[in-house]
């Protein structure tokens, strides 16, 4: 079946730093990769997402960068801010979504 | 514009009762997602609904788990003589729907405690 595998499972950089999550995926058909944030309590929020006939979007300090042949995908975020901090989940999708792991994300003043 | 709407956002049963979760798409969405997410874990697939429709059920649990979307009314998940290992927080989400994949919005979720 579609898998999805997220790395690292844990990220803590310095306030201003980037940070950099990777996924990589198994289902070919997948064509749709969003990223969801996810606030302690909360519901998953989408953040920023790319479609297979694209290799990169970006969103201010966010970007997504796609490589369809190696089956992989990165999240970018760059200057973080302690408000960045969240699990971050990524997730294929041809029409339900397969979610990765999550990254538990901790930016530090 | 409401979002996606799902009630209860807490429930607590004891084990052998029932529990019903619902869900209410955002206006226009035609398509409802349930996915379950462990302590600490990511979100697991569970069923894809249209109206009236169970377009993918292969993430749910062969027993004791149902779902419907009505032709008027929210999504329903049902649980039957719940056990601990139930205790999660069920999330909806809702797309439109269409040819390519739609952007899945999610609810707010249900947490379920088992006792």
């Known amino acids: 079946g579609e898998n999805v595998e997220q790395h690292p499972s844990t990220l803590s950089v310095q306030e201003g730093d980037s940070a950099v999550i990777k996924c990589t995926y198994s289902d070919s058909a997948s064509n749709y990769f969003p990223w969801y944030k996810q606030e302690l309590g909360k519901r998953p929020q989408l953040i920023i997402d790319?479609?297979?006939?694209?290799g990169e979007k970006k969103d201010q300090r966010i970007a997504v960068t796609l490589n369809k042949t190696a089956k992989h995908f990165s999240l970018h975020i760059t200057e973080t801010q302690p408000e960045d901090s969240a699990v971050y989940f990524c997730?294929?999708?041809?029409?339900?979504?397969?979610f990765g792991t999550g990254t538990r994300l901790l930016v530090s003043p | 514009n409401a979002g996606v709407m799902q009630n209860p956002r807490h429930l607590v049963r004891r084990r052998g009762q029932e529990a019903r979760l619902r869900c209410s798409p955002m206006k226009g969405h035609s398509h409802v997602y349930w996915y379950r997410q462990l302590p600490e874990e990511g979100l697991k697939f569970m069923v894809y609904l249209q109206k009236e429709n169970i377009i993918d059920e292969s993430g749910m649990p062969k027993e004791r788990f149902s779902a419907e979307f009505p032709k008027e009314g929210p999504s329903i998940l049902r649980i039957q003589q719940v056990v601990r290992g139930d205790s999660a927080a069920y999330f909806c989400?809702?797309?439109?729907?269409?040819?390519?994949?739609?952007?899945?919005?999610f609810g707010p979720g249900t947490r379920l405690l088992v006792l």
């Open positions: 997730a294929g999708s041809f029409q339900k979504l397969v």
């Open positions: 989400a809702s797309s439109a729907g269409g040819p390519v994949p739609e952007t899945q919005y």
């Open positions: 790319i479609r297979s006939n694209v």
